[in-house]
């Protein structure tokens, strides 16, 4: 902005003139007022022309609207002033009414920097110097003390004026920081509200006092109206108000993904999963409440649920007609031994294959129970049981040419249902078969290690990744290498395994690599006390455990 330029509105700017010059012109009159009623005046006519000056350039600040004329236009009043000072000067050079020059001095100083200031100090004091020359009264002490007087005050307020603009500037650069601040504030709120409107699922925010402070419309759209019943997972068990979700937000729990359905038993139910998260911001700790509609995933899941307890349902009629000419066949006296042996081992896969059918009826009715928690347990031979698992895989690892080395069988009992374990066992082997390269190897082996019983399967198969393996176990779940290749599988053979092998007080693990194949083990308690149970048979005989599965 030039000189020539008028500036912004500046309100601040036009009262400072107003009320600098008419503080000075009451003072002006008053002096006046004090010399006339004195009489020691010296010209009447001058203390009257000073005074009019004076009292004119108050009038002419007054009237004019600074903020519209350039800057330097304001430096003509303090030049009027010290005019008409002088004209009072002159009129009784003796009253001292040369300290008025003190305002306009001072008002320069305060506004036009230090060069004006000088020059203007340096005229008063020649004029002051020169009214006193054309007097009687000489050059005294008053010649030197009222010239230093408007220096020191002229140099006080330039310093003043320095530090005000300093601090101008300071607080000027500071306000610029604060609207940046507050301009990235407002961005990231905007941005904050444009994601929890874009998203699909709901958010709560609850504050420390259990207000809801921030809810998007997803929120809104998940529960609708906020009086419909919520039932827990099952969908039938009604959830009573202070286990509701936001009660106990409110009360400041935390909880993860919590199932519950939304909406009365009919059309128009949601499934929600719901979790609570406390945060902290600026000191008030509050919970955020994440909803998800899980609806699509419920359904998809019962749906699989009733395919597979179909087909296993209706697997049951030709294996039980099956086991039933395996037994009239079996009833044949005439019947050669060979053949009897390869009838014995039908018979005990079909006594196996519907206990697996039943298993996983029971998986599909309700995932989360145990398989079966009446066990016969009873000493069992975990190395006969392992033999037999070998014979009856013999024919599968025939077909791709595989070897099944058992030379880690050893004399092994248990505390066990063998015809639980025989089913781990089958699939395990089974598995490894499955697995394992063309004309490749599966290791088998089982031993006691003081009052546990091992069994160990490994195959020399692609292995599995380390970040599947803690999924390996759950239900329905197939690991991505077996997904991509031709090898088919429910994905509920290990989930069955571990749940019998837990139910026995065992556990079962995986050791695997990618490209170094797989190995399971399978740990049992072996000196358990037995129950009282009826004794087991010998896991060999047609008529043996297995007729329990």
């Not at 190395?383 to 599968?396: Q, S």
């Not at 088998?444 to 160990?456: K, L, S, T, V």
Request: aromatic share 4%; net charge negative.
């Amino acid at each position: 902005m030039t000189a020539d330029t008028p500036s912004p509105r500046d309100p601040s700017r036009e009262r400072t003139v107003i009320l600098n010059q008419l503080l000075l012109g009451l003072v002006t009159l008053f002096a006046a007022g004090l010399v006339v009623s004195s009489g020691s005046y010296r010209d009447l006519g001058a203390l009257a022309v000073g005074v009019a000056i004076v009292l004119l350039t108050s009038a002419f600040t007054v009237v004019v609207r600074w903020d519209r004329l350039p800057n330097w236009v304001p430096a003509i009043v303090p030049l009027a002033d010290i005019a008409g000072i002088t004209v009072l000067q002159l009129g009784h050079p003796t009253s001292g009414l040369g300290l008025l020059w003190m305002f306009p001095v001072l008002w320069v100083a305060l506004n036009y920097g230090i060069v004006l200031t000088i020059a203007l100090c340096a005229a008063v004091t020649i004029t002051y110097w020169q009214i006193l020359g054309h007097t009687s009264l000489g050059f005294d002490t008053r010649g030197a003390l009222l010239p230093l007087t408007i220096v020191a005050l002229a140099m006080f307020g330039h310093i003043l004026s320095r530090r005000s603009g300093a601090q101008r500037a300071l607080l000027a650069r500071q306000s610029l920081t604060l609207r940046a601040a507050f301009e990235r504030a407002r961005t990231q709120e905007a941005l904050v509200s444009e994601v929890l409107h874009s998203v699909d699922f709901g958010v709560m925010r609850i504050g420390s006092d259990g207000q809801v402070a921030v809810t998007n419309p997803a929120h809104t759209r998940l529960y609708g109206d906020p009086d419909a019943p919520l039932f827990r997972a099952d969908g039938v068990t009604s959830l009573p108000p202070e286990e509701r979700p936001l009660a106990r937000a409110r009360r400041g729990e935390t909880f993860e993904n919590l199932d519950l359905w939304h909406g009365g038993l009919g059309t128009g139910r949601r499934a929600l999963q719901v979790s609570a998260r406390r945060i902290r911001a600026d000191g008030d700790s509050g919970v955020v409440l994440v909803s998800r509609d899980v609806t699509a995933e419920r359904t998809a899941l019962r749906a699989r649920d009733d395919l597979v307890a179909s087909v296993s349902h209706e697997l049951r009629t030709p294996l039980t007609s099956i086991m039933g000419y395996l037994d009239l066949a079996l009833d044949d006296r005439e019947l050669a031994p060979s053949a009897r042996r390869n009838l014995e081992v039908a018979e005990r896969n079909a006594q196996r294959l519907l206990a697996l059918v039943g298993d996983i009826l029971s998986a599909s009715a309700d995932p989360d129970a145990d398989l079966d928690a009446r066990l016969r347990l009873a000493p069992t031979d975990i190395a006969a049981l392992v033999r037999h698992a070998v014979e009856a895989a013999a024919p599968r690892a025939a077909e791709r040419r595989i070897l099944i080395d058992t030379e880690g069988v050893e004399p092994t009992t248990a505390h066990a249902d063998a015809s639980r374990i025989g089913q781990v066992v089958d699939n395990l082997l089974s598995n490894a078969i499955k697995y394992a390269h063309q004309d490749g190897n599966v290791w088998i082996g089982c031993a006691n290690d003081g009052d546990r019983a091992i069994i160990a399967v490994r195959d020399d198969g692609p292995g599995i990744a380390p970040a599947e393996q803690g999924q390996l176990f759950e239900r329905f779940y197939r690991a991505d290498a077996v997904r991509r290749s031709s090898v088919h599988g429910s994905g509920l053979g290990l989930a069955i395994s571990r749940d019998i092998v837990r139910a026995h007080g065992g556990d079962i693990h995986v050791q695997s690599a990618v490209g170094e194949g797989a190995a399971f083990v399978v740990t049992l308690p072996a000196g358990a006390p037995a129950p009282a149970t009826e004794p087991a048979t010998a896991p060999g005989s047609s008529r043996g455990p297995e007729e329990e599965r």
